[in-house]
């Protein structure tokens, strides 16, 4: 009999692995387990009691109601199978009435119980087969009874994993679409795919009109040329950054960007890559402003101390022929200035005789300096 029941189990197992790959409902996997169950528990109560994702679930593999709300009485009531594995005989002393009505009439005096793990190992839950007496558990029921747990594993299993992977897209999709920074998305041909709502704020585009372009054509020919550098070592899987200008369309004014190339990895190759744009512009706009306020400062400063000199210098000056030098250094150091001559009057000197002449220059114009105190002397 169980040489016969060998292909239909196979059939049968198969079946189930085609369904649990094509992603079908619990309960339709859930009735070809039941299926699969029968052929070697025919006569059997078959329930599956779990905890999925923190919501209980209650299964019955056929039958009719009373089975299914005999078992579900017996686990709620007896706090030990929730322990218990393999071969369970209840008693009279801990047994149910509702147990005891319907194990009389089906002739059932114990469970056979598989325990059901998540992918931590922890357990939550158990297969239940009411069975009429030990015997009936023999070997080959047992290794079927295991397959049976181990089918039922899978589907939980791949039903927290659904869950938990839909919960995952929903948060990095709530996470995308309030992120400050604009983040690209581009395939491996370098074209966007998608992008949120700071990209299509930062580079004036909607989201029809930035899908499939290429990643260059948001940006000036500096950044088009940078890309270009780096966008072999993002194919390395090696991440970049960079400064970036964004093109802007209608003629609005340029943004400042940074940049940071990330690689997306499945093969050993990058199949694409995230692109992470942070607005800079008005911090550059900042820092550029505050460069040119140091070196107003810093010119201020250069004022201030040749202004600082020449009230020194003055103050020593006790006579007119040392203001006149005083005057003619001061003039000297002008950035227009290159040659200067003064002359003094003997009447602005109350004495007689010649015009007093002072001739400087800058260190480059020194012969021009020699020639001109020359002339001075000639005449």
Avoid at 10 to 21: G, H, K, V
Avoid at 87 to 104: G, H, I, M, N
Avoid at 182 to 206: K, M, P, T, Y
Avoid at 292 to 310: A, F, I, K
Wanted: overall charge negative.
């Amino acid at each position: 009999m169980r040489m016969q029941h060998g292909a239909q189990w196979l059939r049968q197992q198969n079946e189930i692995l085609r369904l649990l790959a094509i992603g079908a409902a619990r309960e339709r996997v859930l009735s070809e387990l039941a299926e699969l169950l029968r052929l070697e528990f025919p006569d059997a109560a078959i329930a599956l009691v779990v905890r999925a994702d923190g919501e209980p679930f209650r299964w019955s593999g056929g039958g009719d109601g009373l089975a299914a709300a005999a078992l579900y009485t017996v686990v709620r009531d007896v706090s030990d199978l929730d322990r218990a594995e393999g071969w369970f005989e209840l008693k009279q002393a801990v047994a149910t009435p509702c147990w005891d009505e319907f194990a009389r009439a089906a002739g059932y005096r114990g469970l056979w119980i598989e325990p059901l793990h998540d992918v931590d190992g922890l357990r939550i839950g158990q297969l239940l087969i009411a069975l009429g007496a030990r015997s009936e558990a023999d070997s080959s029921a047992q290794t079927l009874a295991r397959v049976g747990a181990t089918i039922a594993d899978l589907i939980f299993q791949r039903d927290s994993t659904v869950a938990r992977l839909q919960q995952g897209r929903e948060l990095y999709r709530s996470l995308l679409d309030n992120h400050p920074d604009a983040v690209l998305l581009i395939d491996a041909d370098w074209h966007i795919r998608s992008g949120n709502e700071a990209a299509r704020q930062i580079f004036g585009l909607c989201a029809d009109d930035m899908h499939g372009q290429p990643l260059s054509a948001l940006f000036d020919e500096t950044t088009q040329a940078s890309l270009e550098m780096r966008l072999p070592s993002v194919r390395r899987g090696i991440a970049q950054s960079l400064e970036a200008t964004a093109l802007r369309p209608g003629g609005a004014r340029p943004r400042e960007l940074e940049l940071i190339l990330v690689p997306l990895r499945d093969q050993p190759s990058s199949s694409g890559l995230f692109v992470i744009a942070r607005e800079v512009t008005r911090f550059r706009a900042s820092e550029r402003a505050l460069r040119r306020t140091y070196e107003q400062s810093l010119l201020r400063r250069d004022q201030l101390m040749e202004l600082n000199r020449v009230a020194i210098d003055s103050a020593a000056i006790d006579d007119v022929h040392g203001l006149l030098l005083q005057l003619a250094r001061s003039m000297v150091t002008v950035a227009s200035v290159d040659v200067v001559r003064l002359g003094l009057q003997p009447l602005a000197t109350q004495q007689h005789g010649d015009e007093v002449v002072v001739a400087m220059a800058k260190p480059r114009e020194a012969e021009q300096e020699r020639l001109l105190l020359a002339d001075l002397r000639r005449r």
